[in-house]
């Protein structure tokens, strides 16, 4: 599966799902967005078995993106969870640090996870090169793509003239004779990164603002499955709107389900979560996310959406926001960079 | 419609901040469009004009994504 194809699925409503495996990571990264350590939480396996074994040829999310901390921390379960997923005929993809890569080889064991996967992507950025070499981890890429593995790098830099970001591009293009996509984003005041980044201004759109972010569902690291990739939203505690269900006990039929049809997730697709607070509550607060969060927090918002989004006129204004969803290529900002997500592509 | 005193006419709104003709609605959107208010027309518009809107929100997901 190439880098673009989960892109392209990207804002589709249970089109995905992101599945948290553990908070832990091995590295120190000071701008992590999950604020990660070697001992943080981690949930047992079986919930995460148990959701993705839900799963039926007719009723399945499409590609099923394997997340942290550091996934590879738990090889067996990510070996188990993408030969599960390849029975309904979901495909599965991996971020990792390559924490392993600084010491020059790959466990067994990972090797062994990394083997039935569909994507591989490595992060890299000045962060995680204190800890892992940018040549360590080409390595690890250079290695899975000769196996005929699809890989990318997830390259993150500080701003959009970051002259960081140039110098590895060319490098990753250099050693990977350009077989590999890239796929370059900012470091955003989340999670640890917060702490030091001041957060970005977001310019209050007087109209209509379509969330991106509530589309695939995400299990969180204690099992509750959020409608959102947003942290804040993961972090919790999870606003009553948000949350689709326990992996421990509901299965991806009744997940999907919820995702889809759910009246105000449609709304905050369609509209954006600003949008409904000015029309159906007493108006957003400052940021986006925010806004949001605080939706279930005055009950008469969820009837008054719930009877907009009856209405056959909503349905009109639904299906512009449908044809307006991004594109694979609209999810990269800085748009420049754009083109990398292309690499490695087989033509048509 | 009446609004703010005076009759709004969404159809009329509508085709003239798109700048779209009439011959591009069928006769369905147009009895739709007829019902909506003009905060609604204005989302509608703003969708339908969504790079404009979207990208200066700086938002990031969990995985990164």
Known sequence: MHLSELFAARADPGGGLYLSLTRRCPLHCAHCSTRSTPHAEQHAAEPFLRLVGSFRPDERPGIVSLTGGEPLLRPRLVRDLAQLAARSGARTAVLSGMFFAARGRTPAAIRNALQPLDHVSASIDRFHEREVPRAAVLDVLRGLLDDGKQVSVHLTGDAADDPYLDRAIDEIRRALDDRCPIYVALVAAVGRAGEWLGATDQPRASVAEPCRLASWPVVAFDGTVVACCSQAAIDGPTPEHLRLGDAAVDEWPVIARRARESAMLRAIRTFGPRWIADQDSDGACDGYCETCLGLSRQPEVARLVDERMRRPQTALIERHAVRARPRAADWITPSRFAHLLELGRAPA | ?65
């Open chain 2, 1 to 65: 419609m009446p609004d703010g005193g005076h009759t709004y006419d969404p159809v009329a709104d509508y085709l003239q901040q798109t700048g779209l003709s009439i011959d591009s609605l069928d006769e369905g959107e147009i009895e739709l469009l007829k019902s909506l208010s003009r905060h609604e027309v204005d989302a509608l518009v703003s969708i339908d004009n969504k790079g404009k809107q979207m990208q200066p929100i700086k938002r990031v997901g969990a995985a990164g994504y």
